[in-house]
Protein backbone atom coordinates (compact mmCIF):
# COMPACT_ATOMS: atom_id res chain seq x y z
CA UNK A 1 0.00 0.00 0.00
CA UNK A 2 1.14 3.45 -0.63
CA UNK A 3 1.06 5.79 2.35
CA UNK A 4 0.64 9.16 0.42
CA UNK A 5 2.42 11.56 2.82
CA UNK A 6 -0.56 13.71 3.26
CA UNK A 7 -2.85 11.02 4.73
CA UNK A 8 0.09 10.67 7.67
CA UNK A 9 -1.78 12.41 11.18
CA UNK A 10 -0.10 14.77 12.90
CA UNK A 11 -2.54 15.30 15.95
CA UNK A 12 -5.27 13.34 17.94
CA UNK A 13 -7.31 15.35 20.49
CA UNK A 14 -10.79 14.33 22.14
CA UNK A 15 -12.50 17.48 23.44
CA UNK A 16 -13.37 18.61 26.71
CA UNK A 17 -17.00 15.47 26.45
CA UNK A 18 -15.16 12.93 24.79
CA UNK A 19 -17.87 13.25 22.44
CA UNK A 20 -15.81 14.24 19.53
CA UNK A 21 -12.20 13.17 18.73
CA UNK A 22 -10.39 15.42 15.90
CA UNK A 23 -7.25 14.09 13.70
CA UNK A 24 -4.91 16.61 12.12
CA UNK A 25 -2.64 15.39 9.37
CA UNK A 26 0.13 16.16 6.88
CA UNK A 27 -1.72 17.57 4.04
CA UNK A 28 -3.53 20.20 6.37
CA UNK A 29 -7.16 18.66 6.78
CA UNK A 30 -8.73 17.62 9.89
CA UNK A 31 -11.11 14.79 10.30
CA UNK A 32 -13.88 14.72 13.42
CA UNK A 33 -15.13 11.66 14.77
CA UNK A 34 -18.14 11.36 17.02
CA UNK A 35 -19.34 8.60 19.39
CA UNK A 36 -22.45 7.26 18.30
CA UNK A 37 -24.83 6.70 21.25
CA UNK A 38 -24.54 2.66 22.38
CA UNK A 39 -26.84 0.78 21.01
CA UNK A 40 -29.60 -0.69 22.26
CA UNK A 41 -29.21 -4.50 21.10
CA UNK A 42 -26.04 -4.51 22.32
CA UNK A 43 -25.21 -2.25 25.67
CA UNK A 44 -22.70 -3.96 26.93
CA UNK A 45 -20.28 -2.30 23.85
CA UNK A 46 -19.90 1.24 23.61
CA UNK A 47 -20.63 3.17 20.64
CA UNK A 48 -18.17 3.85 17.80
CA UNK A 49 -16.64 6.50 16.47
CA UNK A 50 -17.72 7.78 13.23
CA UNK A 51 -16.72 10.64 11.11
CA UNK A 52 -18.69 13.42 12.05
CA UNK A 53 -17.20 16.39 9.87
CA UNK A 54 -13.79 16.41 6.98
CA UNK A 55 -12.20 20.25 6.37
CA UNK A 56 -9.38 21.78 4.73
CA UNK A 57 -7.89 23.53 7.42
CA UNK A 58 -4.56 24.62 6.15
CA UNK A 59 -3.08 25.20 2.68
CA UNK A 60 0.79 25.13 1.88
CA UNK A 61 1.98 28.57 1.87
CA UNK A 62 5.19 30.22 0.28
CA UNK A 63 7.15 32.41 2.25
CA UNK A 64 8.63 34.80 -0.96
CA UNK A 65 11.01 36.11 1.75
CA UNK A 66 12.90 33.32 2.74
CA UNK A 67 12.00 31.46 -0.28
CA UNK A 68 10.82 28.68 1.76
CA UNK A 69 7.64 26.74 1.90
CA UNK A 70 5.60 26.38 4.55
CA UNK A 71 3.68 23.29 5.07
CA UNK A 72 0.68 22.91 5.47
CA UNK A 73 0.95 20.02 8.05
CA UNK A 74 -1.65 20.44 11.23
CA UNK A 75 0.61 20.51 14.31
CA UNK A 76 -1.55 20.43 17.44
CA UNK A 77 -5.57 20.56 17.49
CA UNK A 78 -6.90 22.46 20.93
CA UNK A 79 -10.87 22.34 21.43
CA UNK A 80 -12.49 24.92 23.32
CA UNK A 81 -15.11 23.83 26.09
CA UNK A 82 -18.14 23.92 24.51
CA UNK A 83 -20.14 26.63 25.56
CA UNK A 84 -23.29 26.52 22.73
CA UNK A 85 -24.51 24.11 20.38
CA UNK A 86 -21.58 24.69 18.24
CA UNK A 87 -18.18 23.15 18.91
CA UNK A 88 -15.46 25.07 18.44
CA UNK A 89 -11.13 23.96 18.09
CA UNK A 90 -7.83 25.41 17.23
CA UNK A 91 -5.50 23.77 14.55
CA UNK A 92 -2.34 25.06 13.90
CA UNK A 93 0.33 24.68 11.70
CA UNK A 94 3.81 26.09 11.44
CA UNK A 95 2.89 28.95 11.45
CA UNK A 96 -0.50 30.37 11.32
CA UNK A 97 -3.08 29.35 14.51
CA UNK A 98 -7.24 28.90 13.06
CA UNK A 99 -10.34 28.76 15.37
CA UNK A 100 -13.03 27.13 13.34
CA UNK A 101 -16.76 26.59 14.66
CA UNK A 102 -18.23 22.98 14.00
CA UNK A 103 -21.98 23.33 13.59
CA UNK A 104 -24.79 21.07 12.63
CA UNK A 105 -27.43 22.34 10.57
CA UNK A 106 -30.37 19.93 10.59
CA UNK A 107 -33.38 22.09 9.74
CA UNK A 108 -34.14 25.01 6.23
CA UNK A 109 -36.29 27.37 6.37
CA UNK A 110 -38.72 27.48 3.82
CA UNK A 111 -42.16 29.16 2.30
CA UNK A 112 -39.82 32.46 1.52
CA UNK A 113 -41.80 34.79 -0.91
CA UNK A 114 -38.78 37.08 -1.84
CA UNK A 115 -37.56 35.36 -4.57
CA UNK A 116 -39.31 34.38 -7.48
CA UNK A 117 -39.29 30.49 -9.32
CA UNK A 118 -36.10 31.07 -11.12
CA UNK A 119 -33.87 32.18 -7.71
CA UNK A 120 -34.32 36.41 -8.45
CA UNK A 121 -35.47 38.70 -6.34
CA UNK A 122 -38.60 40.20 -6.48
CA UNK A 123 -39.14 44.03 -6.28
CA UNK A 124 -40.31 44.58 -3.19
CA UNK A 125 -43.18 46.67 -4.01
CA UNK A 126 -44.90 43.46 -5.87
CA UNK A 127 -44.43 41.74 -2.50
CA UNK A 128 -48.12 41.97 -1.38
CA UNK A 129 -48.08 39.54 1.53
CA UNK A 130 -46.51 38.63 4.98
CA UNK A 131 -45.28 35.11 4.58
CA UNK A 132 -43.57 33.41 7.95
CA UNK A 133 -40.82 30.66 6.65
CA UNK A 134 -41.34 27.15 8.31
CA UNK A 135 -38.59 25.47 9.44
CA UNK A 136 -38.83 22.22 7.88
CA UNK A 137 -36.20 19.18 8.51
CA UNK A 138 -33.23 18.26 6.81
CA UNK A 139 -30.68 15.84 6.44
CA UNK A 140 -27.97 16.51 9.19
CA UNK A 141 -25.20 18.55 7.50
CA UNK A 142 -21.80 19.63 9.67
CA UNK A 143 -20.45 22.67 8.85
CA UNK A 144 -16.92 23.95 9.18
CA UNK A 145 -15.77 27.58 9.14
CA UNK A 146 -13.21 29.45 10.10
CA UNK A 147 -13.88 31.92 12.26
CA UNK A 148 -10.60 33.48 13.45
CA UNK A 149 -6.89 33.33 11.76
CA UNK A 150 -4.16 34.18 14.17
CA UNK A 151 -1.41 35.04 11.95
CA UNK A 152 2.14 36.84 11.37
CA UNK A 153 3.28 36.30 14.72
CA UNK A 154 5.78 33.61 14.85
CA UNK A 155 8.96 33.67 13.18
CA UNK A 156 9.96 30.65 13.90
CA UNK A 157 8.14 26.76 13.62
CA UNK A 158 5.16 26.76 16.43
CA UNK A 159 5.36 23.52 18.21
CA UNK A 160 2.26 24.10 20.71
CA UNK A 161 -1.08 25.81 21.47
CA UNK A 162 -2.73 25.58 24.52
CA UNK A 163 -6.51 27.13 25.59
CA UNK A 164 -6.25 28.93 29.10
CA UNK A 165 -8.32 27.88 31.80
CA UNK A 166 -10.22 31.32 31.62
CA UNK A 167 -11.57 30.07 27.97
CA UNK A 168 -10.88 33.07 26.89
CA UNK A 169 -7.21 33.57 25.88
CA UNK A 170 -4.66 31.20 25.03
CA UNK A 171 -0.90 30.59 24.19
CA UNK A 172 0.78 29.69 21.24
CA UNK A 173 4.74 28.92 21.39
CA UNK A 174 7.67 28.58 18.77
CA UNK A 175 10.76 27.54 19.00
CA UNK A 176 12.32 30.55 20.88
CA UNK A 177 8.84 32.96 21.82
CA UNK A 178 5.24 32.30 23.57
CA UNK A 179 2.80 34.51 22.73
CA UNK A 180 -0.62 35.07 24.50
CA UNK A 181 -3.90 35.84 22.75
CA UNK A 182 -7.44 36.51 23.23
CA UNK A 183 -9.75 34.08 21.19
CA UNK A 184 -11.38 37.40 19.95
CA UNK A 185 -8.67 39.45 18.79
CA UNK A 186 -6.00 38.26 15.37
CA UNK A 187 -4.56 41.21 15.10
CA UNK A 188 -2.69 41.70 17.88
CA UNK A 189 -1.09 39.19 20.80
CA UNK A 190 1.22 39.85 23.64
CA UNK A 191 4.94 38.00 23.26
CA UNK A 192 5.66 36.35 27.23
CA UNK A 193 8.45 34.51 26.61
CA UNK A 194 11.67 35.61 24.31
CA UNK A 195 14.72 33.27 24.67
CA UNK A 196 15.80 34.57 21.45
CA UNK A 197 19.88 35.49 22.12
CA UNK A 198 21.04 38.70 20.66
CA UNK A 199 23.38 36.90 18.91
CA UNK A 200 22.07 34.17 17.22
CA UNK A 201 25.65 31.97 17.64
CA UNK A 202 25.01 31.97 21.16
CA UNK A 203 21.54 29.81 20.58
CA UNK A 204 22.21 26.44 21.89
CA UNK A 205 18.70 25.78 23.55
CA UNK A 206 15.16 25.85 21.61
CA UNK A 207 11.70 25.97 23.34
CA UNK A 208 9.64 22.54 22.65
CA UNK A 209 6.36 22.18 24.23
CA UNK A 210 4.40 24.94 26.04
CA UNK A 211 0.81 24.54 28.17
CA UNK A 212 -1.31 26.38 30.58
CA UNK A 213 -1.99 25.13 33.94
CA UNK A 214 -5.61 23.43 33.96
CA UNK A 215 -6.61 25.66 37.02
CA UNK A 216 -4.87 28.73 37.33
CA UNK A 217 -4.93 30.78 34.19
CA UNK A 218 -2.00 32.78 35.30
CA UNK A 219 0.55 29.89 35.34
CA UNK A 220 1.61 27.84 32.30
CA UNK A 221 5.23 25.99 31.88
CA UNK A 222 7.60 25.17 29.03
CA UNK A 223 10.06 22.83 28.14
CA UNK A 224 13.30 22.85 26.40
CA UNK A 225 15.89 20.90 24.12
CA UNK A 226 17.69 20.79 27.28
CA UNK A 227 15.60 18.71 29.40
CA UNK A 228 14.33 21.68 31.51
CA UNK A 229 10.83 22.73 32.33
CA UNK A 230 9.92 26.25 33.65
CA UNK A 231 6.72 27.53 35.24
CA UNK A 232 5.96 31.03 35.05
CA UNK A 233 3.61 33.05 36.54
CA UNK A 234 2.07 35.67 34.49
CA UNK A 235 1.44 37.87 37.08
CA UNK A 236 4.73 38.23 37.92
CA UNK A 237 5.69 40.42 34.98
CA UNK A 238 4.53 41.28 31.48
CA UNK A 239 7.56 39.12 29.77
CA UNK A 240 8.18 36.31 31.66
CA UNK A 241 11.66 35.55 31.13
CA UNK A 242 12.48 34.40 34.35
CA UNK A 243 10.77 31.41 35.86
CA UNK A 244 9.37 31.02 39.12
CA UNK A 245 10.19 27.17 38.93
CA UNK A 246 12.42 25.61 37.44
CA UNK A 247 12.73 21.41 36.97
CA UNK A 248 15.37 19.70 36.33
CA UNK A 249 16.79 16.06 36.59
CA UNK A 250 20.20 15.98 37.58
CA UNK A 251 22.13 14.11 35.29
CA UNK A 252 23.85 10.61 35.98
CA UNK A 253 27.50 10.90 35.07
CA UNK A 254 27.24 6.78 34.57
CA UNK A 255 25.13 7.04 32.00
CA UNK A 256 26.93 9.60 29.81
CA UNK A 257 27.07 9.85 25.82
CA UNK A 258 27.83 11.56 23.18
CA UNK A 259 23.79 11.66 22.49
CA UNK A 260 22.83 12.92 26.43
CA UNK A 261 21.55 16.46 25.37
CA UNK A 262 19.96 14.41 22.34
CA UNK A 263 17.80 12.11 24.24
CA UNK A 264 17.16 15.08 27.14
CA UNK A 265 15.71 16.47 25.01
CA UNK A 266 11.53 17.17 26.18
CA UNK A 267 9.19 16.55 23.15
CA UNK A 268 6.27 16.72 24.96
CA UNK A 269 4.33 18.23 28.73
CA UNK A 270 1.19 17.63 30.18
CA UNK A 271 -0.48 18.97 33.35
CA UNK A 272 -2.51 15.91 35.31
CA UNK A 273 -6.00 16.59 35.20
CA UNK A 274 -5.64 17.45 38.80
CA UNK A 275 -3.77 20.15 38.24
CA UNK A 276 -0.73 18.83 40.58
CA UNK A 277 1.53 17.22 38.41
CA UNK A 278 2.96 17.05 35.11
CA UNK A 279 4.22 14.69 32.87
CA UNK A 280 7.05 15.02 30.44
CA UNK A 281 8.33 12.70 27.51
CA UNK A 282 11.78 12.33 26.59
CA UNK A 283 13.20 9.97 23.99
CA UNK A 284 13.64 6.96 26.08
CA UNK A 285 11.19 7.83 29.18
CA UNK A 286 8.11 9.29 30.79
CA UNK A 287 8.30 11.76 33.95
CA UNK A 288 5.74 12.43 36.43
CA UNK A 289 6.73 15.72 38.56
CA UNK A 290 5.02 17.21 41.62
CA UNK A 291 5.04 20.72 40.61
CA UNK A 292 6.38 21.58 44.35
CA UNK A 293 9.40 19.47 44.11
CA UNK A 294 11.81 20.94 41.27
CA UNK A 295 15.19 19.24 41.53
CA UNK A 296 13.68 15.55 40.20
CA UNK A 297 10.80 13.53 39.22
CA UNK A 298 8.44 11.53 41.47
CA UNK A 299 8.33 9.27 39.28
CA UNK A 300 10.08 7.98 36.09
CA UNK A 301 8.93 5.23 33.57
CA UNK A 302 11.18 3.63 31.02
CA UNK A 303 9.75 3.62 27.48
CA UNK A 304 12.03 1.77 25.77
CA UNK A 305 15.00 1.47 27.43
CA UNK A 306 16.32 -1.13 25.02
CA UNK A 307 17.26 1.51 22.51
CA UNK A 308 19.42 2.49 24.74
CA UNK A 309 22.68 0.39 23.31
CA UNK A 310 21.07 1.75 19.79
CA UNK A 311 21.04 5.25 19.74
CA UNK A 312 24.29 5.84 17.33
CA UNK A 313 22.12 3.82 14.92
CA UNK A 314 19.23 5.84 16.10
CA UNK A 315 21.37 9.16 15.45
CA UNK A 316 22.02 7.75 11.87
CA UNK A 317 18.75 7.16 10.79
CA UNK A 318 17.61 9.87 12.28
CA UNK A 319 14.96 8.66 14.38
CA UNK A 320 16.41 10.19 17.97
CA UNK A 321 15.11 13.36 16.90
CA UNK A 322 11.68 11.97 16.36
CA UNK A 323 8.94 13.83 18.87
CA UNK A 324 7.03 11.61 20.90
CA UNK A 325 3.92 12.39 22.95
CA UNK A 326 1.89 11.24 25.93
CA UNK A 327 -0.97 11.70 27.51
CA UNK A 328 -3.09 11.24 31.03
CA UNK A 329 -5.96 8.88 31.72
CA UNK A 330 -9.02 10.70 32.85
CA UNK A 331 -8.51 10.07 36.49
CA UNK A 332 -4.63 10.89 36.00
CA UNK A 333 -3.88 7.31 37.33
CA UNK A 334 -2.35 5.84 34.43
CA UNK A 335 -0.07 7.49 31.41
CA UNK A 336 0.16 6.15 27.88
CA UNK A 337 2.81 7.09 25.12
CA UNK A 338 4.00 5.49 22.14
CA UNK A 339 7.18 3.82 20.46
CA UNK A 340 8.06 2.23 17.48
CA UNK A 341 6.96 -1.25 15.36
CA UNK A 342 3.39 0.62 16.09
CA UNK A 343 3.99 -0.35 19.83
CA UNK A 344 2.58 2.01 22.91
CA UNK A 345 3.15 1.94 26.31
CA UNK A 346 0.49 2.30 29.23
CA UNK A 347 1.77 3.01 32.70
CA UNK A 348 -0.38 2.12 35.64
CA UNK A 349 0.80 4.78 38.43
CA UNK A 350 -1.17 2.88 41.80
CA UNK A 351 0.11 -0.70 40.76
CA UNK A 352 2.81 0.06 38.90
CA UNK A 353 1.87 -2.23 36.25
CA UNK A 354 2.83 -1.64 32.78
CA UNK A 355 1.83 -2.76 29.17
CA UNK A 356 2.96 -2.58 25.74
CA UNK A 357 0.35 -3.27 23.12
CA UNK A 358 0.80 -2.99 19.39
CA UNK A 359 -1.88 -0.90 16.94
CA UNK A 360 -1.49 -2.72 13.62
CA UNK A 361 -3.93 -4.41 11.39
CA UNK A 362 -2.79 -8.00 11.78
CA UNK A 363 -3.02 -7.74 15.58
CA UNK A 364 -6.78 -5.31 15.88
CA UNK A 365 -9.63 -7.00 14.70
CA UNK A 366 -13.09 -5.85 15.91
CA UNK A 367 -13.93 -6.48 18.88
CA UNK A 368 -11.02 -8.87 19.49
CA UNK A 369 -8.50 -8.23 22.36
CA UNK A 370 -5.44 -6.85 22.06
CA UNK A 371 -2.54 -9.40 23.31
CA UNK A 372 0.31 -8.08 24.99
CA UNK A 373 3.68 -7.63 23.46
CA UNK A 374 7.19 -7.62 24.69
CA UNK A 375 10.61 -7.29 23.28
CA UNK A 376 13.50 -9.68 23.72
CA UNK A 377 16.33 -7.61 25.38
CA UNK A 378 18.51 -10.65 25.99
CA UNK A 379 19.96 -13.29 24.59
CA UNK A 380 17.15 -15.90 24.77
CA UNK A 381 14.02 -14.44 22.82
CA UNK A 382 11.04 -15.91 24.00
CA UNK A 383 8.10 -17.12 21.90
CA UNK A 384 5.64 -14.38 20.83
CA UNK A 385 8.59 -11.75 21.74
CA UNK A 386 10.40 -9.67 19.30
CA UNK A 387 13.64 -8.93 18.95
CA UNK A 388 15.18 -4.97 19.00
CA UNK A 389 16.71 -5.37 15.94
CA UNK A 390 13.49 -6.80 14.10
CA UNK A 391 11.51 -3.82 15.43
CA UNK A 392 10.18 -1.10 12.09
CA UNK A 393 11.53 2.23 13.22
CA UNK A 394 9.43 3.49 10.62
CA UNK A 395 6.46 2.61 12.39
CA UNK A 396 6.28 5.06 15.07
CA UNK A 397 3.47 6.38 17.19
CA UNK A 398 3.61 9.57 18.31
CA UNK A 399 0.36 10.93 18.98
CA UNK A 400 -1.60 9.49 21.34
CA UNK A 401 -5.22 11.07 23.03
CA UNK A 402 -7.10 8.91 25.89
CA UNK A 403 -10.37 10.03 26.25
CA UNK A 404 -11.54 12.15 29.28
CA UNK A 405 -13.64 10.52 31.73
CA UNK A 406 -13.63 6.64 29.73
CA UNK A 407 -11.08 4.19 28.97
CA UNK A 408 -11.52 4.97 25.32
CA UNK A 409 -8.02 5.65 23.52
CA UNK A 410 -6.86 7.06 20.46
CA UNK A 411 -3.52 6.11 18.44
CA UNK A 412 -2.22 7.24 15.21
CA UNK A 413 -0.10 4.86 13.69
CA UNK A 414 1.44 6.41 10.50
CA UNK A 415 -1.82 6.97 8.73
CA UNK A 416 -4.01 4.91 10.20
CA UNK A 417 -6.14 6.00 13.52
CA UNK A 418 -7.04 3.28 15.73
CA UNK A 419 -9.39 3.39 18.61
CA UNK A 420 -9.29 1.02 21.31
CA UNK A 421 -11.92 0.64 24.50
CA UNK A 422 -12.47 -1.35 27.51
CA UNK A 423 -15.37 -3.83 27.85
CA UNK A 424 -17.49 -2.87 29.78
CA UNK A 425 -18.80 -5.35 32.00
CA UNK B 1 57.36 -11.91 24.47
CA UNK B 2 54.86 -8.84 26.15
CA UNK B 3 55.74 -7.59 29.88
CA UNK B 4 53.10 -6.76 32.61
CA UNK B 5 53.89 -3.34 31.62
CA UNK B 6 53.10 -3.67 28.00
CA UNK B 7 49.93 -5.31 28.40
CA UNK B 8 49.02 -2.30 30.38
CA UNK B 9 49.75 0.04 27.68
CA UNK B 10 47.77 -1.87 25.25
CA UNK B 11 44.35 -1.65 27.11
CA UNK B 12 45.42 2.05 27.78
CA UNK B 13 45.95 2.71 24.30
CA UNK B 14 42.82 0.34 23.04
CA UNK B 15 40.11 2.19 24.96
CA UNK B 16 41.48 5.38 23.85
CA UNK B 17 41.33 4.29 20.08
CA UNK B 18 38.01 3.01 20.92
CA UNK B 19 36.63 6.60 22.11
CA UNK B 20 38.55 8.18 19.03
CA UNK B 21 37.36 5.78 16.86
CA UNK B 22 33.64 6.71 18.15
CA UNK B 23 34.40 10.16 18.33
CA UNK B 24 35.37 10.66 14.70
CA UNK B 25 31.81 8.39 13.49
CA UNK B 26 30.06 10.83 15.68
CA UNK B 27 31.64 13.96 14.38
CA UNK B 28 31.52 12.88 10.33
CA UNK B 29 27.66 12.18 11.24
CA UNK B 30 27.12 15.66 12.60
CA UNK B 31 28.73 16.87 10.15
CA UNK B 32 26.97 15.36 7.74
CA UNK B 33 23.38 16.00 8.73
CA UNK B 34 24.60 19.32 9.29
CA UNK B 35 25.00 20.11 5.64
CA UNK B 36 22.48 18.20 4.40
CA UNK B 37 19.88 20.77 2.85
CA UNK B 38 16.86 20.18 1.04
CA UNK B 39 15.94 22.78 -1.27
CA UNK B 40 12.65 24.89 -0.21
CA UNK B 41 12.64 23.44 3.26
CA UNK B 42 13.05 25.47 6.18
CA UNK B 43 15.58 23.36 8.34
CA UNK B 44 14.52 22.82 11.99
CA UNK B 45 15.88 24.89 14.69
CA UNK B 46 15.61 22.12 17.22
CA UNK B 47 17.58 19.88 15.46
CA UNK B 48 20.25 21.68 14.17
CA UNK B 49 20.62 23.27 17.99
CA UNK B 50 20.96 19.40 19.09
CA UNK B 51 23.51 18.46 16.31
CA UNK B 52 25.34 21.77 16.85
CA UNK B 53 25.81 21.43 21.04
CA UNK B 54 26.81 17.82 20.09
CA UNK B 55 29.89 18.79 17.54
CA UNK B 56 30.76 21.43 20.34
CA UNK B 57 30.88 18.76 22.85
CA UNK B 58 33.04 16.73 20.61
CA UNK B 59 35.41 19.43 19.72
CA UNK B 60 35.64 20.11 23.62
CA UNK B 61 36.33 16.78 24.44
CA UNK B 62 39.32 16.20 21.53
CA UNK B 63 40.74 19.43 22.63
CA UNK B 64 41.03 18.49 26.29
CA UNK B 65 42.07 15.28 25.05
CA UNK B 66 45.00 16.67 23.88
CA UNK B 67 44.31 15.39 20.47
CA UNK B 68 46.79 17.02 18.57
CA UNK B 69 49.37 14.34 20.39
CA UNK B 70 47.56 10.99 20.68
CA UNK B 71 45.09 10.44 17.72
CA UNK B 72 45.00 8.44 14.73
CA UNK B 73 45.39 9.23 11.23
CA UNK B 74 41.80 9.62 10.08
CA UNK B 75 42.66 8.97 6.35
CA UNK B 76 44.77 5.80 6.75
CA UNK B 77 43.86 4.15 9.56
CA UNK B 78 40.25 3.99 9.88
CA UNK B 79 40.30 2.64 6.26
CA UNK B 80 42.13 -0.32 7.57
CA UNK B 81 41.09 -2.92 9.96
CA UNK B 82 44.32 -3.24 11.61
CA UNK B 83 45.05 0.22 11.76
CA UNK B 84 46.59 -0.54 15.53
CA UNK B 85 49.38 -1.79 14.55
CA UNK B 86 49.78 0.36 11.94
CA UNK B 87 50.17 3.89 13.66
CA UNK B 88 52.17 5.44 16.23
CA UNK B 89 50.19 6.29 19.17
CA UNK B 90 50.61 7.43 22.86
CA UNK B 91 47.59 8.33 25.04
CA UNK B 92 47.78 10.78 27.22
CA UNK B 93 47.50 8.18 30.53
CA UNK B 94 51.06 6.71 29.01
CA UNK B 95 53.22 8.95 27.25
CA UNK B 96 54.26 10.45 30.53
CA UNK B 97 58.52 10.46 29.55
CA UNK B 98 57.90 7.28 27.68
CA UNK B 99 58.87 6.68 24.36
CA UNK B 100 55.35 5.25 22.51
CA UNK B 101 55.68 1.85 22.61
CA UNK B 102 57.12 -0.75 19.89
CA UNK B 103 54.47 -1.66 17.71
CA UNK B 104 54.76 -4.72 15.19
CA UNK B 105 55.22 -4.42 11.25
CA UNK B 106 55.43 -0.67 11.34
CA UNK B 107 57.43 -0.07 7.94
CA UNK B 108 54.15 -0.57 5.24
CA UNK B 109 52.83 2.83 6.51
CA UNK B 110 56.10 5.07 6.76
CA UNK B 111 55.08 8.00 4.60
CA UNK B 112 51.88 8.50 6.56
CA UNK B 113 53.66 8.10 10.20
CA UNK B 114 56.24 11.00 8.41
CA UNK B 115 53.30 13.13 8.45
CA UNK B 116 53.95 15.96 11.27
CA UNK B 117 51.35 15.81 14.12
CA UNK B 118 50.37 19.41 13.69
CA UNK B 119 48.32 18.66 10.65
CA UNK B 120 46.00 16.30 12.96
CA UNK B 121 45.65 19.52 15.10
CA UNK B 122 45.07 21.76 12.29
CA UNK B 123 42.23 19.03 11.67
CA UNK B 124 41.14 20.42 14.91
CA UNK B 125 41.44 23.91 14.19
CA UNK B 126 39.36 23.75 11.07
CA UNK B 127 36.36 21.60 12.91
CA UNK B 128 36.19 24.41 14.98
CA UNK B 129 36.69 26.80 12.22
CA UNK B 130 33.64 24.83 10.37
CA UNK B 131 31.50 24.41 13.30
CA UNK B 132 31.01 28.18 13.84
CA UNK B 133 30.80 28.32 10.32
CA UNK B 134 27.76 25.97 10.07
CA UNK B 135 26.42 28.20 12.95
CA UNK B 136 26.68 31.29 10.84
CA UNK B 137 24.91 29.70 7.69
CA UNK B 138 22.67 28.20 9.24
CA UNK B 139 21.54 30.74 12.09
CA UNK B 140 22.39 33.32 9.92
CA UNK B 141 19.51 32.58 7.22
CA UNK B 142 16.65 31.09 9.51
CA UNK B 143 16.99 34.71 11.89
CA UNK B 144 17.04 37.38 9.11
CA UNK B 145 15.21 37.01 6.35
CA UNK B 146 18.01 39.82 4.53
CA UNK B 147 19.67 36.60 3.43
CA UNK B 148 18.81 33.90 1.47
CA UNK B 149 18.90 30.46 2.73
CA UNK B 150 22.69 29.32 1.01
CA UNK B 151 23.79 26.28 0.81
CA UNK B 152 27.31 25.95 2.37
CA UNK B 153 28.65 23.53 0.46
CA UNK B 154 27.85 25.08 -3.03
CA UNK B 155 28.64 28.37 -1.57
CA UNK B 156 31.81 27.56 -1.05
CA UNK B 157 32.03 25.48 -4.34
CA UNK B 158 31.31 28.60 -6.22
CA UNK B 159 33.62 30.69 -4.12
CA UNK B 160 31.61 34.16 -4.12
CA UNK B 161 29.28 35.37 -1.88
CA UNK B 162 25.27 34.23 -2.16
CA UNK B 163 23.64 37.74 -3.76
CA UNK B 164 21.26 39.00 -1.04
CA UNK B 165 23.33 39.15 1.41
CA UNK B 166 23.76 42.84 2.36
CA UNK B 167 26.27 43.85 4.60
CA UNK B 168 29.63 42.25 5.16
CA UNK B 169 29.23 41.03 8.99
CA UNK B 170 29.68 38.19 10.08
CA UNK B 171 28.97 36.35 6.76
CA UNK B 172 32.35 37.78 5.69
CA UNK B 173 33.90 35.60 7.37
CA UNK B 174 32.53 32.56 5.44
CA UNK B 175 34.83 34.14 2.84
CA UNK B 176 38.66 32.29 3.19
CA UNK B 177 41.77 32.70 1.96
CA UNK B 178 42.25 30.59 -1.32
CA UNK B 179 44.93 28.27 0.70
CA UNK B 180 42.81 28.19 4.16
CA UNK B 181 39.35 26.99 1.73
CA UNK B 182 41.69 24.30 -0.11
CA UNK B 183 42.75 22.99 3.40
CA UNK B 184 39.28 22.69 4.45
CA UNK B 185 38.05 20.79 1.91
CA UNK B 186 40.59 18.84 2.15
CA UNK B 187 39.97 17.52 5.55
CA UNK B 188 36.17 17.17 4.76
CA UNK B 189 37.07 14.99 1.91
CA UNK B 190 39.05 13.25 4.25
CA UNK B 191 35.83 13.22 6.42
CA UNK B 192 33.73 11.72 3.14
CA UNK B 193 36.10 8.19 3.26
CA UNK B 194 34.61 8.01 6.92
CA UNK B 195 31.09 8.06 6.51
CA UNK B 196 30.59 6.59 3.30
CA UNK B 197 30.01 7.93 -0.29
CA UNK B 198 26.93 10.64 -0.90
CA UNK B 199 28.95 13.38 1.01
CA UNK B 200 30.10 14.79 -2.13
CA UNK B 201 26.94 16.51 -2.74
CA UNK B 202 27.78 20.32 -3.90
CA UNK B 203 31.83 19.83 -3.55
CA UNK B 204 33.77 20.41 -6.35
CA UNK B 205 37.16 20.61 -6.09
Redesign the interface.
Given at each position: HKVHDTDIISTVEFNYSGELLATGDKGGRVVIFQHEQESKNRPHLRGEYNVYSTFQSHEPEFDYLKSLEIEEKINKIRWLPQQNAAHFLLSTNDKTIKLWKISERDKRAEGYNLKDEDGRLRDPFRITSLRVPVLMPMDLMVEASPRRIFANAHTYHINSISVNSDHETYLSADDLRINLWHLEITDRSFNIVDIKPANMEELTEVITAAECHPHQCNVFVYSSSKGTIRLCDMRAAALCDRHSKFFEEPEDPSSRSFFSEIISSISDVKFSHSGRYMMTRDYLSVKVWDLNMENRPVETYQVHEYLRSKLCSLYENDCIFDKFECCWNGSDSAIMTGSYNNFFRMFDRNTRRDITLEASRESSKPRATLKPRKVSTGGKRKKDEISVDSLDFNKKILHTAWHPKDNVIAVAATNNLYIFQDKIN | MLGRGVKRKWSCLEEAEVVSE??Q??LG?CLE?LQRYQA???L????S??LI??LR??QEEMRSDGVGSCDVHPDSCLLRDDFREDVTVTCPGCSEGESPPELPSQEANGSDQQKPPAAVSDAVNAMGYLG?LA??DI?????T?MY??SDLPSAWASGSLPQSHSTAG?LQSCLMDLNELDHIMEILVVETHLVGPGLQNGFSL
Amino acid sequence: HKVHDTDIISTVEFNYSGELLATGDKGGRVVIFQHEQESKNRPHLRGEYNVYSTFQSHEPEFDYLKSLEIEEKINKIRWLPQQNAAHFLLSTNDKTIKLWKISERDKRAEGYNLKDEDGRLRDPFRITSLRVPVLMPMDLMVEASPRRIFANAHTYHINSISVNSDHETYLSADDLRINLWHLEITDRSFNIVDIKPANMEELTEVITAAECHPHQCNVFVYSSSKGTIRLCDMRAAALCDRHSKFFEEPEDPSSRSFFSEIISSISDVKFSHSGRYMMTRDYLSVKVWDLNMENRPVETYQVHEYLRSKLCSLYENDCIFDKFECCWNGSDSAIMTGSYNNFFRMFDRNTRRDITLEASRESSKPRATLKPRKVSTGGKRKKDEISVDSLDFNKKILHTAWHPKDNVIAVAATNNLYIFQDKIN
Amino acid sequence: MLGRGVKRKWSCLEEAEVVSEARQLVLGLCLEKLQRYQAGVELSLRRSVLLINTLRQIQEEMRSDGVGSCDVHPDSCLLRDDFREDVTVTCPGCSEGESPPELPSQEANGSDQQKPPAAVSDAVNAMGYLGDLALDDIFEDIDTSMYETSDLPSAWASGSLPQSHSTAGSLQSCLMDLNELDHIMEILVVETHLVGPGLQNGFSL
